[in-house]
């Protein structure tokens, strides 16, 4: 098992920026892949992004690609998310998760996940 902690969210204006961070403890944090998802009110758990346990691969749902970027830092047991060109639509909890596996789009696939931190993008 690994402990996940999201900071990093707050409200920023649409075309604004944030970057969110998920530090973990407890485990060898090179051993899981990592994904972020995200749940607006009313709405269910939906995918952002999920990156290999080395990094060398990420991808992304198709509504964030080419705005948000998924990178980690094993040698700082931290996955990040590096939000751009935010959309009102964008305002959620975004949740880190942690799989020890390959990478994957689903969240029950996930086995450990953090608090969550909000994210608000006014217009």
């Known amino acids: 098992q690994v402990q996940l902690v999201e900071s990093g969210g707050g409200l920023v204006q649409a075309g604004g920026s944030l970057t969110l961070s998920c530090a973990a403890s407890?485990?060898?944090?090179?051993?899981?892949?990592m994904g972020w998802f995200r749940q607006a009110p009313g709405k269910e758990r939906e995918f952002v992004a999920a990156?290999?346990?080395?990094?060398?691969?990420?991808y992304g749902t198709d509504s964030v690609r080419g705005r948000f970027t998924i990178s980690r830092d094993n040698a700082k047991n931290t996955v990040y998310l590096q939000m751009n060109s935010l959309k009102p639509e964008d305002t959620a909890v975004y949740y880190c998760a942690a799989r020890d596996a390959t990478r994957s789009s689903r969240a029950y696939d996930y086995d450990d996940w953090g608090q969550g931190t909000q994210v608000t993008v006014s217009s």
């Open positions: 407890g485990r060898t944090f090179s051993r899981y892949a």
């Open positions: 990156i290999s346990r080395s990094g060398g691969s990420t």
